[in-house]
């Protein structure tokens, strides 16, 4: 089989790819042909999947731990021998401080494994849902990445920490201009030791989202082709013009001796490696979108190569770009299944990769984009330096020209012992040599699909699933739903999908809702499911009769009715330690004088309240701004806003107090809602919340 990567040198060569791509892809692949049809490079029999043996979570409901069970859905769908799954007993699902821990428990079981099955007989090492990812380095003082400690973990002292950032043997800097590693091998040593592959099965939306990535890339690995009319998306390039006076061109790159040299040595360097992303777009023939002014796109102002506004980007196949530092535009992108990209800042995968997640919780851009559709990203795990963050155009270079995901994310990190990591299935190979298909398939449910699952913190979820038998099936889902028939308002899942969950939010007590649900797959084929009906839990006082106004509402005594009726959380995971409402999704801290803690903006809790006359009141307040003032709030009675936006003043980082005055209240029993606004930095909360008096 000819090796593109290996072949191709300086531009003039390079001219050739449209035509070598195209016979590339009608080539048989003799390792893969017999192996569920996959055109992946990498055998399913050299690939070790692991998982946590210790995890105890199900949040999918299924009776099977969520690290096993992405193991064996993994295993399942890409033909993995029983024989290359290792389960380890893990105590630190997050990561290690203790280099004796991290050597003990992940290190020596992973060495032993490997041994037993043969230390070149395996070329991936892939990570389940729910394994750690940092070790903090002693040598360098800050959180690493584990997956890229792996990669050479035949090389590190076993006893005494002396993991440091090094260069990877298997990194290409100049694709098209250098000799290719091509495609992975256990020629490939590091100081004369094995090295691997090595990705991860992870998500921010649990394990969920981690089987939709799974699907997602099985779809994009079917039926992706650059041949006209068939499926694929747009390529999106995001550089900044940071080392020309005019917009790059293609012929300015091409002959641009930074490029020549992939050197990402400073900004402006790395601005044109990236920029030159588009010209491997060009010569795969698929449609590019070039954003090559000083904005991002989905900013005002960004504009695309081909005139057309870089506010949205739409049918989004491939990425690569940079400067999205916390600053994910959630309605710029739209994300097919199958897609890949990377982007460039200094905390693209950071924050957390786990759940629990929002995007106040974590703005980084490459955990959002994997929430909101995205099938696989490399990034990095801290704040590295420019020259050893995953870079997106030889990424590119070697997905576009059929190398598997684990290849492509080795080949663009330069370094060992870092930062980098690559969250996707390893095997996933959109333009490996494969026959080009059509999805002509109407999508169907699943027996028993849709249904509603009723929980206290998880609320009124209704799930629903496509049929995969007979070829890989994502969808959009759309879910319309009312209290008639009429409906009367609409969800979409985030991006195309086999499962979701729909949680409306903000539903009344004790009411019977009619829904619907659409699912239409990325070819336009689409199915429609009859009207079905559920009916939500009552709410009712947290303390069984309503509180009595004037009197004092302690904020954690919420009313009872779970999430979506009574209260809304952006997580379903409770992180308040000893607290009284521990089966709800709401944080409480500080016993005995507990407070509604962890607070973002669009939360909300229900409070029955008996007001004895109709006047205006004086509301007192006793919040905490320990992490930082100026969040804001407001008071709503029965769904009105009865005290405009409320500002926490500057309390000095503890408890304090404050009034606001001249509120109106009716007589009667209604509901008062506490609603939080605007977190007060970036990443904060709005505030603690203790208690009002109401007089």
Not at 150 to 175: C, E, G, H, K, R
Not at 532 to 538: K, S, Y
Not at 663 to 682: C, S, W, Y
Request: glycine share 10%; with cysteine.
């Amino acid at each position: 089989m000819m090796d593109i990567g290996t072949t191709i040198g300086q531009w003039v060569r390079l001219s050739l790819i449209s035509t070598l791509f195209a016979s590339f892809l009608a080539l048989p692949n003799p390792v893969q042909a017999d192996i569920l049809d996959s055109p992946s490079s990498i055998h399913p029999t050299r690939v070790l999947v692991v998982y946590n043996a210790n995890y105890i979570g199900d949040a999918d409901h299924d009776k099977v731990q969520d690290s096993l069970e992405s193991a064996k859905y993994y295993a399942e769908k890409r033909g993995i021998p029983s024989r290359n799954i290792l389960g380890i007993k893990i105590t630190q699902p997050r990561g290690y401080s203790s280099y004796s821990l991290f050597q003990s428990e992940l290190i020596r079981p992973l060495k032993a494994k490997l041994n037993s099955l043969g230390q070149t007989n395996i070329d991936v090492i892939l990570f389940g849902f729910g394994m750690p990812y940092l070790y903090r380095s002693t040598l360098q003082h800050t959180n690493v990445s584990i997956d890229n400690i792996v990669m050479a973990l035949w090389f590190w002292n076993p006893t005494q920490d002396d993991i440091n950032q090094l260069w990877s043997p298997y990194f290409d800097p100049a694709p098209g201009f250098d000799k290719s590693p091509g495609h992975f091998h256990h020629t490939v040593k590091f100081q004369g030791t094995n090295v691997y592959l090595v990705s991860r099965l992870e998500s921010p939306l649990g394990i969920t989202g981690v089987l939709n990535i799974i699907d997602q890339a099985l779809y994009g690995e079917k039926f992706i082709s650059p041949q006209h009319g068939y499926y694929h998306g747009n390529v999106y390039v995001d550089c900044e013009n940071r080392a020309s006076t005019k917009l790059y061109t293609d012929s300015f790159l091409t002959s641009n001796s930074l490029v020549e040299q992939g050197s990402y040595g400073f900004y402006n360097a790395a601005d044109l490696n990236i920029a030159y992303s588009e010209h491997y777009t060009i010569h795969a023939g698929l449609p590019l979108k070039w954003e090559r002014t000083r904005h991002t796109i989905g900013e005002q102002g960004a504009i695309f190569q081909d005139h057309t506004s870089g506010l949205t980007a739409p049918n989004a196949l491939l990425y690569g770009g940079w400067d999205n530092l916390n600053h994910y535009i959630t309605s710029a992108w739209q994300w097919l299944p199958g897609s890949l990209g990377i982007d460039i800042d200094s905390t693209s995968l950071s924050y957390s990769i786990t759940p629990p997640f929002s995007q106040q919780y974590n703005p980084a851009w490459g955990v959002n984009a994997l929430a909101n559709g995205l099938t696989a990203t490399c990034g990095s795990v801290g704040e590295p330096d420019l020259a050893s963050e995953p870079r997106p155009n030889i990424f590119l270079y070697y997905i576009l020209n059929g190398y598997s995901f684990a290849e492509a994310g080795s080949l663009s990190s330069p370094v060992i012992g870092w930062m980098p990591i690559c969250i996707g299935d390893p095997m996933y190979t959109p333009f490996g040599a494969k026959t080009a298909e059509l999805d002509t398939l109407t999508p169907t449910f699943v027996s028993g699909y849709p249904f509603v699952y009723q929980s206290v913190d998880e609320g009124n979820v209704i799930k629903v699933m496509v049929d995969d038998t007979i070829q890989p099936k994502t969808v959009l889902f759309t879910m319309d739903y009312g209290t008639t028939t009429a409906y009367g308002q609409t969800m979409s899942s985030p991006g195309y999908l086999r499962r979701y969950g729909f949680v409306p939010i903000d539903l009344l007590p004790s009411q019977l809702y009619h829904y619907r649900i659409t699912a239409t797959d990325p070819a336009g084929n689409s199915t429609q499911s009859e009207d079905l009906t559920f009916t939500t839990p009552a709410e009712t006082p947290y303390g069984k009769s309503p509180f009595p106004i004037p009197g004092n509402i302690p904020f954690y005594q919420f009313d009872n009715g779970g999430e979506g009726v009574a209260y809304h959380d952006v997580d379903i995971t409770n992180l308040g330690p000893h607290q009284p409402r521990a089966d709800t999704g709401v944080e409480i801290h500080g016993a005995p004088d507990f407070g509604v803690n962890e607070t973002y903006s669009g939360e909300w809790l229900n409070y029955t309240v008996q007001i004895a006359s109709t006047r205006n009141y004086s509301l007192q307040f006793l919040i905490s701004d320990w992490f930082g003032s100026g969040g804001q709030f407001h008071i709503e009675q029965d769904g009105v806003n009865v005290t405009g936006t409320i500002t926490i003043p500057n309390l000095g980082g503890k408890y304090g107090t404050f009034s606001v005055p001249n509120v109106p209240l009716t007589e009667g029993q209604h509901i008062l809602r506490l609603v939080m606004d605007k977190a007060a930095t970036v990443d904060g909360w709005v505030g603690t919340f203790s208690n009002v008096q109401i007089q």
